[in-house]
């Protein structure tokens, strides 16, 4: 992890130094110790600031979308997931492929906040983390703790297909060589197995605690629309009210927006407030896309674009 | 009135007999999280929780709401108030929400008297429930508050081990004390000391933040490059102001489903989405984060303090422990301390 | 029983009353025509069917399909040229990709499969127009009133 950190710090003062970067995004130690934040880089001095550990969980390829009129080029540094989303931006013609500086990491997995805060302090600084194998020690200034690495991995992670960027113009780290774990939707199927009435009661009770702050939308590297429909006043599609109607409304066409586009971050899942299981939408409409379309994971290749903006003469036929 | 005790083993039956005669809202678990609901009984009521995911401040000024109806059809085209609530008792309130309900007050309740709200804070009992242990994200402190007492509550529960220490604040507290006397019998004088040793840990948990000279030192901010330099990470999503216990924006607007009946609702809005500043015609006062994430901690730690003479803030912690880019209330006190 | 749970299910048919209310959004070069068709060729079909013309099938964005429950529709038929006539050579096969998956996605959360179809019907078939509307009919006849997403009876719950 050192060697990384050295490597990512060396990469991006070069990348200013020579002008080859405007700004360079990354993450930053965060508030507590197993928390980081988005850092913004733009001085050689300040690569410093630059940290990778477990706990990068952000996502930072939509901050190319809020910076794309900034002059110069954009340096961001990317996970495998987030890797995607470079392609998701490019292909959807949100920003040039030329104007942006990829800075992949190769990527073991990372670690969720919530289940770290259910075994251990988090509320201290950041000191030290060591790999151990099976586990992980994190040094604090609030104490050293070690956690089981399985115990408190991301759940996206388990499945992760590309733990090595996808597209990458510098790379950081050893590549690694776990096999991709693709998922096989085990868990769709079983609530695709369940009784109409048994789904409606489910998501209703989800849909229903939405407070639609829209991190979840906001988050997205496939939501760069200029303008919303959620945010749309004239004509207003959504209503602004907040009852199971109007949030159904927004989870079904959020979500559908996102068909044969989301890149399967999982980011919108772990912003949420209040627990929605969102990826339980996108990783169905992932499946049927899949299999109706034979679609490969979006953003994992430079060409492409979205499944449902083209189509083949043979595709299913069910309307007949 | 003089302390009361509750035994710990009394508390279902005390909520059953509440929840029997009138509506009580309490915190239960749901889908794995923590909320404030309306509940038949005593039955699931979660004690131990860490504050609620949604502070109760939606039982007062809820997300949404509907002011008034009407139908066109009706030739007096007569404006139909809403119904008001029931009678009800808010019970498990944390000091902290009861903090935010009393500057609530201060909003709704004082120059501006706003009729929906205050029908509901007149028709709302409030039990508030110390902390006997709190979240790392807490810092209540910081603003006066003590995890011990809720001035603004009527009753205060305080877990003693075995029993419940049960303070009567108001008139209102000492009312529903004498419905449930059954239930309760007289403080043995030992409960205001055992009360300081139960809320001890919390006090000593959460985090120790000082706002010595941040109201001062923010009055000369307004130009300052931090704001800047900390909106650049935000997504100007609605978390921190929507989970808020003192946030209180809302925005009006008409229903009509394509009938002649109508109505006007209002729900809250947050001054972190581009749409809340924009005017008609399309000027945008507030035309990037920066001025929206200004405005936030402005907002809570210099207009609040200079237009109701108290923080907007009570330090409950959510916005630190939900927002997803780590954008911190705490942090950014503390930097605004340092910076020059 | 929480709010969601009461308006989970739509009941069925509480009086014989209740009439189905099915919007149709149908293309103007086909399923219209096949409409217009089945009607000057007395063809019996049930009068639930309310059709909004649209100029392509794929003109039909899903919002307005889910909008359509939300102000009271039983039901939703999509229909469109076949595959290979589309007035504008290729608009349907984009609506056939969009509305497989989207048919899936309310399913999956639990809209009873019948309650949104989709069909292609062109200018010439009047009678396959008259049958599917009999059909749909049917299907929503037995499916019973929608409460899902109804925006006149979300349950309110005071506080
Ligand atoms: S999904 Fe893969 S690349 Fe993304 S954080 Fe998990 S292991 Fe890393
Ligand atoms: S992040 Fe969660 S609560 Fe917020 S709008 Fe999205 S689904 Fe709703
Ligand atoms: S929908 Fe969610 S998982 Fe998919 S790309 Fe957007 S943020 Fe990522
Ligand atoms: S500060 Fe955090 S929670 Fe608030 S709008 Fe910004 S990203 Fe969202
Ligand atoms: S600003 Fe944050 S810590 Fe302060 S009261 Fe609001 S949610 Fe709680």
Redesign the pocket.
């Known amino acids: 992890m050192k060697k990384v950190i050295e490597n990512l710090r060396e990469t991006a003062a070069r990348l200013l130094q020579n002008k080859e970067a405007e700004v360079v995004i990354g993450w930053g130690l965060g508030s507590e110790a197993v928390r980081t934040q988005p850092v913004f880089i733009t001085s050689p001095d300040n690569v410093d600031k630059l940290v990778w550990n477990p706990f990068c969980v952000n996502g930072l390829t939509k901050y190319l979308s809020d910076l794309k009129t900034r002059p110069g080029k954009i340096a961001v540094v990317v996970k495998g997931c987030d890797s995607r989303g470079i392609y998701r931006l490019t292909q959807d013609n949100i920003i040039p492929r030329d104007k942006v500086v990829v800075i992949g990491i190769p990527c073991a997995g990372q670690m969720s906040y919530t289940k770290l805060a259910s075994k251990m302090d988090v509320s201290g600084q950041l000191n030290d983390v060591e790999d151990k194998g099976e586990d992980l020690l994190i040094k604090t200034s609030k104490g050293d703790f070690t956690v089981k690495k399985s115990e408190v991995l991301l759940d996206k992670c388990l499945t992760c297909e590309h733990h090595n960027p996808v597209v990458a113009d510098h790379v950081v780290g050893d590549t690694i060589n776990t096999c991709p774990t693709p998922d096989n939707y085990e868990e769709i199927k079983k609530f695709e197995a369940m009784s109409t009435e048994e789904k409606a009661r489910f998501w209703l009770s989800q849909f229903e605690r939405c407070i639609r702050c829209y991190a979840c939308r906001n ?5 760069t629309c200029r303008e919303c429909i959620f945010d749309a006043i004239k004509p207003d599609w959504v209503g602004k009210e907040i009852n199971v109607s109007e949030n159904e409304l927004f989870h079904l066409t959020r979500a559908f927006h ?1 068909a044969g586009r ?7 899942d772990r912003v949420c407030p209040m627990d929605i299981p ?2 339980l939408l ?1 990783k169905k409409l992932l499946k049927d896309c899949k299999e109706l379309f034979n679609m490969e994971p979006p953003g994992s290749t430079e060409e492409g674009g979205s499944v449902l903006g083209q189509y083949r003469l043979e595709d299913p036929e069910e309307f007949m | 009135m003089a302390n009361k005790s509750l035994k710990k083993v009394q508390l279902k039956s005390l909520l059953d007999k509440i929840a029997g005669s009138g509506q009580l809202i309490a915190p239960i678990q749901s889908d794995g999280i923590t909320l404030f609901k309306p509940v038949q009984s005593g039955e699931g009521v979660v004690l131990d929780y860490q504050n609620a995911v949604i502070p109760p401040k939606d039982f007062f000024f809820p997300q949404s709401e509907k002011m008034f109806s009407y139908d066109t059809s009706d030739p007096t085209w007569a404006i139909k108030p809403e119904e008001g609530v029931p009678e009800r008792v808010l019970f498990g309130a944390r000091p902290c929400d009861v903090k935010s309900i009393l500057l609530l007050d201060k909003v709704f309740d004082a120059e501006f008297r706003d009729d929906i709200y205050i029908d509901k804070r007149n028709k709302t009992t409030i039990i508030a429930v110390s902390c006997n242990d709190c979240r790392h994200t807490c810092f209540c402190g910081a603003f006066g508050i003590s995890p011990g007492e809720a001035e603004g509550a009527d009753l205060l529960f305080t877990d003693l081990g075995g029993r419940y220490l049960v303070e009567v604040l108001t008139d209102k507290g000492s009312t529903l004390a004498a419905e449930c006397s059954d239930l309760l019998s007289d403080d043995d004088g030992n409960g205001p000391a055992a009360k300081e040793k139960a809320v001890a840990p919390a006090k000593e948990k959460q985090m120790n933040i000082d706002l010595e000279g941040v109201k001062a030192k923010l009055d000369n901010m307004f130009e300052h490059p931090i704001w800047a330099e900390e909106s650049l990470r935000c997504l100007g999503c609605g978390t921190c102001t929507f989970i808020c216990p003192t946030c209180h924006c809302f925005d009006i607007v008409d229903f009509n489903n394509q009938s002649s009946i109508g109505y006007r609702y209002r729900c809250a809005d947050s001054c972190q989405f581009a749409n809340f500043t924009r005017a008609a015609g399309g000027h945008q006062p507030r035309p990037s984060k920066m001025e929206r994430i200004r405005q936030r901690f402005m907002h809570k730690l210099r207009y609040f303090v200079d237009r109701y003479g108290d923080f907007g803030c009570v330090g409950c912690g959510r916005c630190l422990e939900k927002c997803p880019v780590n954008l911190d209330i705490a942090q950014i006190i503390n930097k605004v301390k340092e910076v020059g | 029983m929480s709010v969601s749970e009461k308006s989970v299910l739509n009941q069925k048919a509480e009086s014989s009353a209740w009439k189905p209310k099915i919007i149709g959004f149908c293309c103007n070069w086909c399923s219209y025509a096949g409409a217009d068709l089945a009607g000057i060729s007395r063809f019996k079909q049930p009068p639930y069917l309310r059709i909004i013309r649209v100029p392509c099938s794929g003109r039909v964005n899903p919002v307005y399909v889910l909008r359509a429950f939300q102000k009271g529709a039983d039901g939703v038929l999509v229909a469109g040229c076949h595959p290979g006539d589309c007035h504008y050579a290729t608009g349907n096969y984009f609506t056939r990709r969009r509305f497989l998956i989207f048919k899936r996605l309310l399913e999956y959360v639990g809209f009873e499969p019948g309650r949104f179809q989709a069909r292609w019907i062109s200018g010439a078939e009047g009678q396959k127009f008259a049958d599917n509307t009999k059909k749909v009919v049917d299907d929503i006849k037995t499916l019973g009133p929608n409460k899902r997403m109804r925006l006149d009876s979300i349950p309110q719950i005071k506080y």
């Open positions: 988050i997205c590297p496939g939501c996102l989301c890149v399967d971050c999982g980011e919108c969102i990826r996108n």
